[in-house]
């Protein structure tokens, strides 16, 4: 039998060290455990200090005893060495873990335990708890802000039409794939934009969507007939051709008027709100300021002075000024610049406000890739004789965009969290309607729930993007 | 006069304000091959990256098969697809598979049809021996490897001139000869080439004339028997002597 050191265990006497170790700090979290969730503090019979720090000390004497290296268990091991490397890490592994028992009681009390959820008005909510009754009633405007509930399932209709054109790509063929970039980045969002800005307005400008869409229905089966080499001229003659007929010849107005058709209620933008309108805005401008950053961060490294200055020029300007002077702005000063009868619609204008100023920053990120890579590849694509289109389009956006993925992630994670701001024009998103929500003089003092329930939407909606990024950086990796 | 494919009169080029090439007269028959050598610095890549017009000269004449080269030279592209070129750092797109490399040109440039343009890769892979490689990506390839499908990338757009920037600079020794082999295959094959190398093996074996430059100077161009057996410069003796 060797003798006993507690200075420095060894792998004589494996077990005493072990059972001794694992019990003191099994005492150790014991002891915080009941603490924290019972309130009973059963070392209470020792002097102040030395009962506050015992679990510690009981802890730390406890790792430091089965700190055994090649012990031959695979789990005291990985213990070893990932949290109990030597007595400085011991002490902070031990430190995390006391604070997470100690502060898991006070939050599933207030999530869970002392929360409501029952009833549906201010007065179920005794607890102390969070009250998640105020969720619960104001669900459906968090969602949908002002807009009517009878017509929802509209926004509904769209969002999902939406999901399911954006899952085009898994369904195409090889014959159509090469055209897939092409759908995404010019068709996509154009359907979207309309979808989503004449289907949820409704009214009449409605029925204009509809003309569109019989117009390029119409035209496009026609097209199958029509001769390739005439077919650039006829898609952008017949089909506008057939709106105007559509709108201004068989049936404009008169027909609503007669009853025939019942247009869908008109509901203004200014009613959109909720988390739909953080998605309708994030999308948006998302699809909208990636092609135009893309083309800023180009034109900032063009040879013709127009083009470079115009880029710069853009580029420092928005970068420039804060997003909710822009914002203000957009609201504020533009329409003054408009002629008298011309009208955009607010939340247009706040759409391309942000997409602008998220350009600049997605531009300036661009850059960073496309400088990044070695002048040999423009040499080499060169060589192939590429004019500048097609090297960069075949040769170095692909590379220069796989490289910034981190960083347009983090530029479109931004945007996203930025979306609130568009209170300033009266926009009500969904931080915007628990504003509005928690100052309502029945359902004062749970602005808490609310920030909590906000905070919780955003995280998801931002994990998930950032996931998404780092599986896209994953999938064009060709390195070895 | 036909069969003069590169035709530079008194061409003159500066960096800002050091001049690079100085009064250069080079005329390249069909058919042709040329190996430039000269210290570091003597302008040689400049020389072969005009041809191309990866670099811009200022005064004098280049006109490559026909065409003039001049700033408002329109269709540049065209040029620069039938000079093909073989760069020192290999330059492959690593983004793209083997394969991929290879025909991107062909399909996005010359237009021709996927199936046409793999036949046609595969055929010039064979020929540089990689064509086992060519689902595989740049990365994973050996830098002699690297260095023979950027040979076969430049072939697949068949151009009528090659040029090569160095290229066995950057392997191993052991990888030299494989790329070397590729390269006199190549020669002859019948193709013109102007190659900047420093491997005076490879100039003796298939060069029809060796350029010697220094200083932004052709200061010797000779049959390539007469330039290593009687050199007349004694710039060119001193670099002979200490490159053999």
Not at chain 1, 32 to 50: A, T
Not at chain 1, 104 to 133: E, M, R, Y
Request: charge should be neutral.
């Amino acid at each position: 039998m060797n003798k006993l050191n507690f200075l420095q265990p060894n792998k004589n006497n494996f077990y005493t060290y072990l059972y001794t170790g694992v019990i003191l700090v099994a005492l150790s979290i014991f002891i915080v455990f009941l603490n924290s969730f019972f309130n009973k503090d059963i070392v209470s019979f020792l002097p102040g200090p030395i009962s506050f720090f015992l679990p510690l000390i009981l802890g730390f004497t406890g790792l430091h005893l089965i700190r055994i290296d090649y012990s031959g268990l695979r789990f005291l091991d990985s213990i070893n060495k990932n949290i109990n490397t030597n007595n400085f890490n011991a002490f902070l592994s031990l430190l995390i873990v006391f604070v997470v028992i100690k502060s898991l009681p006070p939050l599933l009390s207030w999530f869970i335990i002392d929360a409501n959820i029952a009833g549906d008005s201010k007065d179920v909510c005794t607890g102390s708890g969070a009250c998640w009754t105020y969720i619960k009633i104001w669900f459906n405007r968090f969602m949908y802000g002002m807009y009517p509930n009878p017509e929802q399932w509209r926004i509904n209709l769209s969002f999902i039409a939406l999901a399911f054109l954006g899952c085009v790509g898994f369904f195409a063929t090889e014959k159509f794939k090469k055209y897939l970039t092409l759908y995404y980045v010019v068709v996509y969002p154009i359907i979207a934009f309309f979808f989503i800005f004449f289907f949820i307005s409704g009214g009449p400008i409605f029925f204009d969507f509809s003309y569109g869409i019989i117009a390029a229905v119409i035209s496009i089966i026609l097209g199958f007939f029509i001769p390739s080499k005439f077919k650039m001229y006829y898609f952008i003659i017949v089909p506008i051709t057939l709106y105007i007929l559509l709108k201004y010849v068989f049936f404009y107005e008169e027909l609503i008027e007669l009853g025939k058709l019942e247009a869908l209620e008109w509901v203004e933008t200014g009613a959109w709100g909720g988390l739909s309108l953080t998605f309708i805005v994030s999308f948006f401008c998302l699809i909208f300021c990636f092609p135009i950053g893309l083309f800023l961060s180009l034109g900032r490294r063009s040879d013709f002075p127009i083009i470079k200055y115009i880029s710069i020029g853009m580029i420092e300007f928005w970068r420039g000024v804060p997003l909710i002077t822009v914002l203000f702005m957009s609201s504020v000063m533009f329409p003054m610049f408009l002629p008298e009868d011309m009208f955009i619609d607010k939340l247009v204008r706040v759409i391309i406000a942000i997409s602008l100023f998220e350009a600049a920053y997605v531009a300036e990120v661009i850059r960073g890739g496309l400088q990044a890579l070695p002048r040999g590849q423009y040499d080499a694509a060169k060589s192939l004789g590429m004019g500048y289109w097609k090297m960069h389009i075949l040769v170095i956006l692909p590379q220069a965009l796989k490289l910034v993925i981190p960083g347009i992630a983090n530029t479109f994670l931004a945007l996203v969290k930025d979306t609130p701001l568009i209170f300033v024009v009266g926009l009500l998103e969904i931080v915007g309607m628990l504003n509005l929500a928690k100052t309502n003089p029945e359902w004062l003092g749970f602005a808490m729930e609310g920030y909590v329930f906000a905070s919780v939407l955003f995280f998801i909606i931002c994990y998930a993007m950032s996931k998404y990024s780092y599986n896209l950086e994953q999938k064009y990796k060709t390195e070895r | 006069m036909s069969d003069k494919i590169i035709q530079i009169t008194e061409m003159n080029k500066w960096f800002g304000d050091f001049q690079v090439l100085k009064n250069i007269n080079l005329e390249v028959e069909k058919n042709k091959k040329i190996v430039v050598c000269g210290p570091s610095g003597s302008g040689k890549s400049t020389l072969i990256r005009c041809i191309n017009r990866l670099e811009e000269h200022q005064k004098g004449s280049i006109i490559v098969d026909g065409n003039e080269l001049t700033e408002d030279t329109k269709d540049i592209e065209k040029i620069r697809a039938e000079v093909g070129m073989v760069f020192q750092q290999f330059n492959l797109f690593p983004h793209l598979s083997i394969l991929d490399n290879c025909t991107l040109a062909p399909i996005w440039v010359k237009k021709m049809p996927k199936k046409e343009a793999e036949d046609l890769a595969l055929q010039h892979l064979e020929k540089v021996q990689i064509a086992d490689q060519a689902n595989k990506y740049p990365g994973q390839l050996s830098g002699g490897q690297q260095q023979r499908c950027a040979i076969a990338r430049a072939l697949c757009m068949e151009p009528k001139i090659m040029l090569f920037d160095e290229p066995t600079s950057a392997l191993d020794p052991e990888m030299i000869k494989e790329v070397l082999d590729a390269m006199v295959n190549l020669a002859k094959a019948g193709m013109t080439m102007i190659v900047v190398t420093h491997e005076m093996g490879f100039a003796k074996e298939v060069a029809d004339e060796v350029i010697f430059m220094d200083e932004g100077m052709i200061v010797e161009r000779a049959e390539t028997k007469e330039f290593f057996a009687n050199p007349k410069s004694d710039r060119t003796k001193l670099f002979l002597s200490q490159i053999l």
